[in-house]
């Protein structure tokens, strides 16, 4: 009797227990695959034999000594319907009830383990508690993959939305924490597989191809003073069979399949977005094939009214041999559509804005110059320290580099002033791309490429416009590099032979200008150089320290769209070596650029310093003075960086309030230890590193990083298509030398100009192919996130940086207003131009599409 009424008062008291509801947020792995069939019916199997998914809360107030004080565990807790659960929030989300007991010696939450024991993967956005004893709702933010728990070797946990410091972690998470960290940074060993969560380094030596011949080596960049290079993340791929120091690529066919960390992959909107245009663009790649069968010159444009039918007419599919090597070349997820096509016409290009309104602006040296400005490579361009312009290579090797341009040449177009009052009034600048270009310039002219090193000198008039004053082609010395250059000079012209001269000459400028744009501004200078916080950030800084919550989402994508880079675009033979004119030495090239890369100069005053398109000048706004008053990068970008810099201020101020916060922040310290002892190793000497003892340096490098994450980067990617769409404007190659008098060349010139201008440049095959790929850089995908906004609105529980973001969204939406306003005033005539583009690569948000405006948080693309 006793004992049925012990079982009985049992009973009653589990009856009368509290229960803590939660909510659950996912996305069904079978929602984002093209064919997860088999996955899907497993897990349904799984759940009628009892294997679920658990959810164990884990205390932040009680440790168990029993496991050295580590936060006390919860009885689990399994989700309630998978099967039957079809309630949709948005496209592919489930939201599904979980049911706590709430157990005093939990008491409240920080973190809850999880345990999937279905056949596949799922993706877990958020859990949300309710009505917590005590303490009300408590929120964590996921965003994660969660793999079958045999896949792991420890526990996936999950942080409540409160920031931390390391000193202010509650006891009972600390060790939660480390080992977490612990898990991230893996062993640096082994092939990594789609289910580690391993963030580790590379050099890039994944680039070569040389068990596919010699044709296909390169030289590893990192890890050595000759070819200096920011670190990538690591596959632990096995070596080639040719090379043991070449890590072995995938096939083509699995360029997808490369491996990343699984939540730095693509969510499934921007992977469907991404595959759709990369499937276009491959289709109008095909052109060439089969147009050139007709053609009366096979892969060159006949006439300018040639360039523009790219834009004019829809592409059929052919039979035949040409799908067969569509099939042995493109990935099998972009085969499967294309096989379902009918052979109907395929979209057709749509027209850059550079063309839109006026189909040969473009020419106009006004629009030229302007592009130096506010084009899709605005951050060259520097003001003339001293005539001739002086190079900066060393002597000794590469012999008297110094300009050849006379003070004949320029001085009658000064409008009334001599070189040395235009030098003093602040009035000459440089498009300067010499010394850049000639060390490389000798192998580069043995490929197929033809091209010169450049100097374009420019004036600045008094309507604020720039007007060039002279072009220099050089050429290394015949004999020898240690000879100097062997240089020519053009200045402008507008009718005849010297007419059609220049417009070849400004040809060479775009050419070099397009490489150094695509492989220093963009590559370098935002993707590669970013990776490594990417990883150091994962590896050293727990989800809940503030300043991952700061910067983790300016890292969105970034790994990926750098893998695939690597994969298809930047590698031996890829993309990027047959569109753009460094050919096989153009990585090697933007190796020996980032020898003088300087982290503090990435800060957009002290570039604008450097280049002295600015000086300081603390009654000026932001506390510099431009030297071209309508500099629309500049402008805008001086209001972004500073709202940027305002922002990151207010926040890193409220979890640190003194310098010595700064220095005893241990997770702190060793992420920046090592951003520069392992992620850019090859500059770890180097005396410009901030130490990171202040809260000034702090705020400084984190702007830094969210400025090039975000605005520099968008600045020098979204006009891609804008500008480059059509290829005369930005022609990226060029494939023979300047005409020279009594040859077949300088007749065709003068008889037929424009034909000759259209055989110097990019050739049909190599334009379609370029333009293929930067119409898909130039998109934003539906998905996008912009500067001033986050996923999820929870991201943090702390209210005073929430209100801190929300006036800096507040600034980013008064910038968009000004912004607008300036374009409309005629008054700055480098905001639109001769060819009416508006500027607005560094207008905060964009609708999805080629809208040639919008920052992405992220380099996501």
Known sequence: MEHIMKSLAGKHGEANKKKIKGTVVLMKKNVLDFTDFNASIADKVHELLGKKVSLQLVSSVNGDPEKGQQGKLGSPAYLEGWITTNHHLTVGESVFNVTFDWEEEVEVPGAFIIKNHHHSEFFLKTVTLEDVPGHGRIHFVCNSWVYPAKKYNQNRI???????????????LRRYREEELLTLRGDGTGELQEWDRVYDYAYYNDLADPDKGSDYERPVLGGSTEYPYPRRGRTGRPPTKTDPNAESRLPILSSLNIYVPRDERFGHLKMSDFLAFALKSIVQLLVPEFKALCDRTPNEFDSIEDTLKLYEGGIKLP??????????????????QLLQSDGEEFLKYP???VIKDDKSAWRTDEEFT??????????IISRLQEFPPRSKLNSAVYGNQNSTITREQIEQRLDGLTIDEALKMNSLFILDHHDTIMPYLRRINTTSTKTYATRTLLFLQKDGTLKPLAIELSLPHPNGDEFGAISKVYTPAELGLDGSLWQLAKAYVAVIDSGIHQLISHWLNTHATIEPFVIATNRQLSVVHPIHKLLHPHFRDTMNINAFARQILINAGGIVEITVFPAKYAMEMSSVVYKDWIFPEQALPADLIKRKMAVEDSTSPYGLRLLIEDYPFAVDGLKIWSAIKTWVTDYCS?????????????ELQSWWKEVREKGHADKKDEPWWPRMKTLTELIDSCTIIIWVSSALHASTNFGQWPYAGYAPNRPTISRRFMPEPGTPEYEELKSNPDKAFLKTITPQFQTLLGLSTIEILSRHTTDEVYLGQRENAQWTKDTEP????????????????????????PKWRNRVGPVNIPYTLLFPTSDSGITGRGIPNSIAI
């Not at 939406?813 to 306003?821: A, K, R």
């Open 158 to 172: 999950f942080f409540s939305n409160q920031a931390y410091l390391p000193s202010d972690t509650p006891e009972p």
């Open 319 to 336: 039979d035949g041999p040409l799908l067969k090597n569509i099939v042995e070349n493109i990935p099998l997820e972009l085969l499967k």
């Open 351 to 353: 027209t850059p804005q």
């Open 370 to 379: 302007r592009e130096m400005l506010a084009g899709v490579n605005p951050v």
């Open 654 to 666: 409220f979890y640190y309030k003194s310098d010595q916060m700064v220095q005893e922040d241990t």
């Open 802 to 825: 929430l209100e801190a973001f929300k006036r800096f969204g507040q600034t980013l939406s008064e910038i968009e207003d000004q912004i607008l306003q300036m374009n409309g005033d």
